[in-house]
């Protein structure tokens, strides 16, 4: 009789299986080196082992000061808050679930509140005459929003490639491609992996990278894990097209801006409306 013995712990993802049902750490392996992310199999993008393309940006944070410069390097012309969006599903009278979402900018004004840069989802979602009550917002941006920006930041640079930084704590990411041996550029939040590809890679990934520039460095897009938002730095011209994209949901906002639980003074001058931590 072959006794099978319990995988000790799962990383990141495990398989649903039936009740008494056991896999064994090899099995284990196996299974999870098919259902993780492999960017030499899964993609355009390669693992870069060489992290002087990506030093530069660290000297130009402001850690601890929890603004939009602890996310976003400084020296750029201009910056802009893009929100990830809300979503709603429901089922319909025909009994299919349908799926909607919505942008930040619309839910505050259809809830009351004010639309600005610094307007939070605890806010803007809290009753006011009649809400909108969204399900959720999402944790990345949306594939609209991703084709609308690679549209504009494209003719905003004179490169075809790019640099993209990737927190190393996801779970979905095959431990063979990102092993012990890949170099880990430290932040002083968040270690990431280097990868490049071609610009248009951005969506390749299965979680937002947390950085993103071209070559010329002529903006960069930056996402951190813990925000339901992304900030891009850029020229003047680059984030003034953006924030004229409805699409893209974005409000113009500056580094020094707080960026942090708390911040949506316009709305919530007393402090009152609970955050989620």
């Known amino acids: ?16 299986l039936p009740e008494d049902t056991f896999l064994t750490p090899e099995e284990y392996e196996g299974w999870r080196d098919l259902h993780t992310w492999d960017p030499g199999r899964d993609s355009d993008l390669a693992i870069d082992h060489d992290l002087s393309a990506a030093e530069w940006i660290g000297p130009l944070l402001t850690p601890g000061s929890f603004t939009v410069g602890m996310t976003a ?6 910056y802009a808050r893009i929100f990830f969006p809300f979503e709603r599903t429901g089922l319909e009278s025909d009994g299919q679930w349908s799926s909607e979402q919505i942008r930040w900018i619309d839910l505050a004004r259809t809830n009351g509140w004010v639309a600005h840069a610094l307007m939070e989802r605890e806010t803007i979602t809290s009753t006011s005459g009649t809400p909108v009550e969204p399900e959720h917002c999402s944790r990345s941006l949306s594939p609209e929003q991703q084709a609308a920006l690679l549209a504009i930041l494209a003719r905003y640079t004179t490169s075809t490639m790019g640099w993209f930084l990737l927190w190393d704590g996801f779970g979905n990411l095959s431990e063979r491609a990102f092993g012990p041996r890949v170099p880990k550029l430290v932040h002083h939040v968040r270690n990431y992996f280097l990868l490049r590809g071609p610009l248009g890679s951005y969506g390749q ?17 930056c996402t951190d894990t813990d925000f339901s938002w992304s900030y891009l730095a850029g020229s003047r011209e680059c984030v003034d097209e953006v924030l004229r994209t409805p699409v893209a949901d974005a409000m113009e906002t500056v580094a020094d801006n707080p960026a942090c639980s ?3 003074t316009v709305n919530d001058p007393q402090g009152r409306v609970p955050r989620l931590p």
């Open 1 to 16: 009789m072959r006794f099978r013995r319990r995988v000790p712990s799962w990383r990141g993802i495990a398989p649903l």
């Open 205 to 221: 990934f299965p979680d937002d990278p947390s950085y993103w520039w071209p070559d010329d460095r002529a903006w960069c897009l």
């Open 73 to 78: 390097p400084r020296d750029y012309e201009a």
């Open 262 to 264: 708390g911040m949506d």
